[in-house]
């Protein structure tokens, strides 16, 4: 059977759109991918939740979440777990009750399986914010497991091993309450710090424990208050992450923590300026992404 020019310039045409469509297609197959799949099973994942803290360590198909952001922030946190194909959490550990830690709590309790949350003891003066509360009757009610935090506690998320380093419900002040947990996977180690403030860091220098990491979540967002001179000579991070909100209004990352970061050769990044942070552990080896 034989074709007219007519048809065959038709046929030609309608191959070079169906190929222009497959390009189109890997291309954003391809992009796709990137957004939503680790570089590795081994990751922590400081989120952009604004002014806030929350970060995610996930291993061998286990999660665990350091604090949950504020309220306005929980959209984003449920759909970048589920992007990642988190389904159920493992363990929530909160490092103090102020809301930019504990805001999105209720929220992921309601959106998914969480089998352990952990909490500070509460003191007199400590306000725990009533969604905080219906968060750990909803957990218990659905067979999950409420913990209090006490030094020396463990758990495992993956090949992760989460130590409550220092906790003081003695200091002053909800910031200095705060609940330092070190996470390490092989011989790297990552140092959550709450906001803990000079008061806290003095007295947890004061212990003697081996503080030096590999990466630092920077205290109380940058604050000038934390990460004293003192405080970072013991930790020694090579890389620090500061987990703050676009103009917010305490001015953090304040100037003198920052300089003191850069002071000392460290890496530093920050939520408003980077988007979420990822550290992605192979072969004993760190490897940085960020989503700016």
């Not at 490092?95 to 399986?113: A, E, K, N, Q, R």
């Not at 988007?275 to 004993?284: A, Q």
């Amino acid at each position: 059977m034989r074709f007219s020019k007519k048809k065959l310039r038709i046929a030609v045409c309608l191959l070079f759109v169906c190929l222009a469509c497959l390009v189109i297609f890997v291309k954003f197959s391809n992009e796709k991918a990137t957004q939503t799949t680790p570089l590795s099973d081994d990751y922590v994942e400081f989120l952009d939740v604004g002014q806030g803290d929350c970060a995610l360590i996930s291993s061998n198909g286990k999660s665990c979440l350091i604090d949950t952001g504020s309220s306005n922030s929980a959209g984003s946190i449920e759909k970048k777990l589920k992007n990642e194909g988190i389904k159920n959490i493992d363990l929530i550990s909160i490092s103090h009750f102020h809301i930019d830690h504990t805001g999105s709590l209720y929220d992921l309790v309601s959106s998914f399986d969480v089998k352990k949350l952990m909490f500070p003891n509460k003191c007199s003066d400590t306000n725990i914010p009533e969604k905080v509360l219906s968060a750990k009757n909803d957990c218990i009610n659905n067979g999950g497991e409420v913990y209090t935090e006490k030094v020396g506690m463990t758990a495992d998320v993956g090949d992760f091993k989460l130590t409550v380093l220092y906790y003081s419900p003695n200091l002053n002040g909800e910031n200095n309450r705060s609940v330092y947990i070190m996470a390490k996977i092989n011989d790297i180690k990552f140092f959550f710090t709450g906001d803990g403030q000079k008061q806290a860091e003095n007295d947890l220098l004061s212990k003697g424990f081996n503080l030096d990491c590999d990466v630092l979540k920077v205290p109380h967002h940058g604050g000038s208050a934390s990460s004293n001179d003192n405080f970072l000579d013991a930790t020694t991070p090579e890389y620090a992450v500061v987990s703050c909100g676009i103009g917010n209004t305490y001015g953090h990352p304040h100037k003198e923590t920052m300089d003191r970061l850069t002071a000392r050769n460290i890496k530093t990044y920050r939520t408003d300026e980077n988007g979420d942070v990822s550290f992605f552990i192979d072969d004993n080896k760190l490897s940085v992404t960020t989503d700016k």
